[in-house]
């Protein structure tokens, strides 16, 4: 079992930039991919960005695509979600998540199987 732990969520104004680190402990961080879900206050949770099954590229949601950036840093077992140009629409609890290297699917909440971290909060004001 991987446990997680989200932070650097924040408040910040339309514009701005904010940088999620996600530390995961536990098993051994490499046997899984990772990824962001958010949820918004009345919203379902949904798919931000993930990582591709080697770690070496990733996905994005339409929405946050040319803005946020993913990355992963082995030696600290944590990945981060780089925000650029922070929309109001993105106001919401993101959460990272953990999914078995190997598995198929990267976009849905079943697919992450193997942890999720309790959420950081991130509110952009316009």
């Known amino acids: 079992q991987v446990q997680l732990v989200e932070s650097g969520g924040g408040w910040v104004q339309a514009g701005g930039s904010l940088r999620l680190s996600c530390a995961a402990s536990?098993?051994?961080?490499?046997?899984?991919?990772m990824g962001w879900f958010r949820q918004a206050p009345g919203k379902e949770r949904e798919f931000v960005a993930a990582?591709?099954?080697?770690?070496?590229?990733?996905y994005y949601a339409d929405s946050v695509k040319g803005r946020f950036t993913m990355s992963r840093d082995n030696a600290k077992s944590t990945v981060y979600l780089q925000m650029n140009s922070l929309k109001p629409e993105d106001t919401a609890i993101y959460y990272c998540?953990?999914?078995?290297?190997?598995?198929?699917?990267?976009?849905?909440?079943?697919?992450?199987?193997?942890?999720w971290g309790q959420g950081t909060q991130v509110t952009v004001s316009s």
């Open positions: 998540a953990a999914r078995p290297r190997f598995s198929v699917g990267y976009n849905k909440i079943s697919d992450y199987t193997a942890s």
């Open positions: 536990g098993r051994t961080f490499s046997s899984v991919a």
């Open positions: 990582e591709t099954w080697n770690s070496g590229d990733a």
